[in-house]
């Protein structure tokens, strides 16, 4: 899964684009021909994580590669760069942007536009006074061509006032080289001379050859063709030693036919403008060759990445394969162990049931014991009271066959009764056939006394009125007295 992620490659190869590009272009434009893979994307990716800081300086370094190249995708990229370093308040990153966009304006010859865009990157550079200055002299450039030589004069200025405060060697160089050209136009070509050597005096030696050339120029322009000669012989000489770049010797060699012609030494200026040729020929093969190893590692680059595509896809259709059968193995281990849930569900089910079976069956054998218990008791009371009952035949017989011995129903009497109140014995045994009768009606008729109480009670028995007074040891009137409330009572 995570080589199926191409999230985390992107992120790898734009953090190494990004760094690569920072060591090529961190200090501004650099002339390498080094290619930078994914370059273009960075910004982009950067600015969707939010990151606008690293999305502004990816965007610049990108217009960086792309000048010379690709002024439409420098131009773009530029103003990308300028959009994100305002979301990041980066401003020098908008500063040194809106620096390119103005420089790529003055070579369209959109001088009036290129203005306002440097004076924007003016005010954006804050205490960086050297790209201060360098701007500043870029607009300065921008009123020349414009004819517009008072405003030149004021930013010109301005750039030697920041390159002083930035202490550059490279501002004061090209400020006082400007100077010169601003005071050729006016025609105060001593002026002019003068910032010259103030050039010179700044300059090293592989600058010698422009310095030469401006000289040379310089006196042409004022008719002292002396110091004319003495600075184009000094030039001539110099371009001999190739210290100078191919688009400063086409210059060179352009000035000395100019002279040459002036002198009236065609042939010369002829051989001059043969060299022009030369040198513009080799400027233009080392852009074409420029711009063809360019492509060339455009092509190497996408040929290689697409390859790499076609890998990464083969890769990815694996790992779906792999994983596409690994979800199938999974359902069925799922389904495998569904059925094995239910199973175990049915089993532990099957287990609760014969549980509470074993257990009911158990409870039943516990009652069945019980109630066998109870029916040996009941069995042997009732053996105990049918042996009772036969002796107390045995000795009523006796007693009716001879009603004058006494004996034996005083023998009955103590079989029946033991001794004891007739009363409590005959309520124990109705207590043993009818358990709580008595209580349960003391309880609801609690306004009956105890006479009336055991009348309701003997009523279940249906008595005769002479025998149930008997055995109250009451007459029959008390006992009509006491049946007549009863019945008034029950009747509520």
Known sequence: MASCDPYRIDSQNMSDAFETAKLV??????????????LDKVSGYFAQKRQYGKAALAALYYGYSELGFDNAAAMESLLMAEQYGVLANDSLTVARAQYQ????????????????????????????????????????????????????????????????KGNSDLARRKTWNNYAVLYRLLG???????????????????????????????FLACGAMDSATYYFRDLERELN??????????????????????????????????QVEQYIG???????????????????????????????IRKRHVIMLLILVLA???????????????????????????????????ELLKQNDEQKKKNDIVSEQLSSALSEKLKAMQKLHIFLKNRKDITALTDLEKQLFGGHDHWEVMLGVIHTVYPGLFERIKDEYPMMNELEQKVFLLSRFKLS????????GVSTSVLDKARGRVRKLTAH
Do not use: W
């Open 328 to 362: 199938v193995i999974l359902g069925f281990s799922l389904v495998l162990y569904y059925r094995y849930v239910q199973k175990k569900l049915h089993e532990a089910e099957l287990s609760a049931v014969l549980l509470r079976f074993m257990n009911q069956n158990r």
């Open 465 to 472: 009125r002479p025998d149930e007074a008997a055995i109250l």
């Open 101 to 164: 966009e103005g420089k790529m304006l003055v070579d369209d010859y959109m001088h009036e536009d290129a203005i306002v865009v440097l004076s924007n990157s003016i005010q954006c550079f804050g205490y960086h006074y050297e790209e201060k200055a360098l701007a500043q002299n870029a607009v300065a450039c921008c009123y020349m061509l414009l004819g517009e030589y008072d405003s030149a004069m004021v930013c010109l200025d301005r750039s030697l006032d920041y390159a002083e």
């Open 25 to 38: 272009y961190g200090n501004g434009e650099s002339d390498t021909l080094l290619f930078i893979p994914e």
């Open 282 to 312: 080799i400027v233009r093969d080392r852009i074409e060759q420029r711009n063809v190893y360019r492509i060339q590692q455009r092509y190497d680059y996408g040929k290689l990445q697409n390859d790499l595509d076609k890998k990464i």
């Open 241 to 274: 030693n190739a210290n100078a770049c191919d688009e400063t010797v086409v210059t060179a060699y352009d000035a000395l036919s100019d002279f040459a012609e002036r002198q009236g030494d065609y042939m010369k200026a002829l051989e001059y403008e043969k």
């Open 188 to 218: 105060d070509h001593e002026q002019g001379i003068e910032c010259l050597r103030k050039v010179s005096r700044i300059t090293d030696t592989d600058k010698s050859t422009l310095f030469l050339m401006n000289m040379g120029k310089a």
